[in-house]
């Protein structure tokens, strides 16, 4: 079991900062790829962005120019920069983390963070 831990979400109003942060456990290898993803009231999940850890990324055409993905392998985090947020950013952000396994890969979810933009 892979257990991932999202922290940074909250409150702000239009065209402020959040920063999310996900913690991995130390333990996990062959990661594939690390991602953000989010999903509003009503709203499938979708894309937010997702990277390699090589400094290769995708964003997901509403966030572009917006919000950043890093890593720090050292700390074991994936992180989220969003800037110039929008009352449509609004939605619980999951951290994705998707893992190499006999056969194919396998994706683990966090729990999940709240952020609400306020207009």
């Known amino acids: 079991q892979v257990k991932l831990g999202e922290s940074g979400g909250g409150l702000v109003q239009a065209g402020g900062s959040l920063r999310l942060s996900c913690a991995m456990p130390?333990?996990?290898?062959?990661?594939?790829?690390m991602g953000w993803y989010r999903q509003a009231p009503g709203k499938q999940r979708e894309l937010v962005a997702i990277t390699t850890g090589d400094g290769a990324a995708d964003y997901g055409d509403s966030v572009k120019g917006r919000f950043t993905i890093s890593t720090d392998m050292v700390q074991m985090s994936v992180n989220l920069q969003m800037n110039s947020l929008k009352p449509e950013d609004t939605a619980v952000y999951f951290c994705?983390?998707?893992?190499?396994?006999?056969?194919?890969?396998?994706?683990?979810w966090g729990p999940g963070t709240q952020v609400t933009v306020s207009s």
């Open positions: 994705n983390v998707k893992l190499g396994a006999a056969g194919g890969y396998r994706g683990y």
């Open positions: 130390r333990t996990i290898f062959n990661i594939n790829r």
